[in-house]
């Protein structure tokens, strides 16, 4: 497939590594049926650019090129209190020269603290213009038009970025990075047999999904859910990934068992901590220096070491973990992720 044709902005100068994980892969071992378990590599977007990385700078590669080509000069985009999304689209329209403002989602009541470090620290570090704080259950869409209507009302420019960065143009994000993954398991002869991935907003997962048919990978992809279970998550990365699909002129309709998610790992609720998590994070911290954070990529891992330890792997099979990245949000966690 050839992406060319689409806008877009490079903030990353170099592919970001896969690395195998043996110090992790034994010690999850060790716990698993038999004493025996998946060799787990990872996929470090954390290291992507606009600093300190994460998934969403791929999709904004791609959002940004867009809003620029259209002559905005103010871009509004929507997340939950410590959302890496909104972090990282300030930091991008800092590159750029534009505006930004946010729609805070108070998914849990009073959680937003404009004072907190981690990434509302960030915010404010950066410059973000303006935060309006929205309650849980809002029509997020809505209050971010309503933003950009009396943007306009004052003769600017708003692009609105939905969410997480997901809809057709974020989605090709993850597409170059199917395409990027495939030239390097290629050139360090490594097969993969399962890839675990975060599933939320659904632009990564559906991204995913679009590009593995569209470059003919055929690893089984599954999506740890952050914030839904199955029956509510998979619909949505099967629209997504149609759309980009779609977006693409593949000619295809994306067959529904190619989207796979997995449930329970999440709760009690989006964000807020649990064992699992917190257990995960340690583990990866302990065995291979890598830092998750307790909102998204804590409870992905976590997934994975679930899975394994009900045999969902095949003994020594090889598994690709996607680091999509969170560091600020680690340190508004902190008494949460170092008990003992």
């Given at each position: ?222 999506g740890v859910g952050v914030s839904r279970d199955p029956a509510d998550q998979e619909p949505l990365v099967l629209k997504e990934a149609q759309a980009v699909a779609d977006l693409l002129g593949l000619g295809i309709t994306v067959p529904r068992e ?83």
């Amino acid at each position: 497939m050839d992406l060319t044709r689409f806008p877009r902005r490079r903030y990353t100068p170099f592919d970001t590594p896969i690395e195998p994980m043996p110090r992790f892969s034994a010690a999850l071992a060790a716990s698993c049926p038999g004493g025996r378990g998946p060799q787990v590599w990872i996929k470090r977007d954390d290291m992507l650019g606009l600093f300190p990385g994460g998934n969403k700078t791929r999709k904004l590669e791609f959002l940004m090129a867009e809003a620029l080509a259209l002559g905005a000069d103010t871009v509004v985009t929507c997340g939950a209190p410590q959302s890496n999304h909104c972090r990282i689209t300030l930091a991008a329209a800092v590159k750029e020269g534009l505006h930004c403002r946010f729609v805070i989602e108070e998914r849990v009541p009073g959680s937003y603290d404009p004072q907190a470090s981690g990434n509302n620290f960030m915010f404010r570090l950066l410059g973000v213009e303006a935060v309006t704080v929205v309650p849980g259950g809002s029509n997020m869409a809505a209050e971010m038009q309503k933003v950009a209507d009396a943007l306009v009302a004052e003769g600017r420019k708003p692009y609105v970025i939905p969410g997480g960065g997901s809809n057709a143009v974020g989605g090709l994000g993850y597409v170059a990075c199917a395409q990027e993954m495939q030239q390097q398991l290629f050139d360090m002869g490594l097969r993969i047999d399962h890839m675990v991935v975060g599933s939320g907003s659904s632009g990564t997962h559906g991204g995913l999904v679009a590009g593995f048919l569209g470059n003919h990978i055929d690893i089984p992809l599954i999506g740890v859910g952050v914030s839904r279970d199955p029956a509510d998550q998979e619909p949505l990365v099967l629209k997504e990934a149609q759309a980009v699909a779609d977006l693409l002129g593949l000619g295809i309709t994306v067959p529904r068992e190619a989207v796979r998610s997995v449930g329970g790992f999440w709760q009690p609720k989006y964000s807020v901590p649990n064992e699992a998590m917190v257990e995960a994070v340690q583990m990866l911290a302990r065995t291979e220096a890598i830092p998750l954070d307790p909102v998204y990529t804590g409870k992905i891992m976590a997934g994975l070491i679930g899975l394994a330890r009900r045999g969902e792997f095949a003994p020594d099979a090889k598994v690709l973990f996607l680091h999509t990245g969170g560091l600020p949000s680690v340190h508004a966690y902190e008494a949460t992720l170092l008990k003992s």
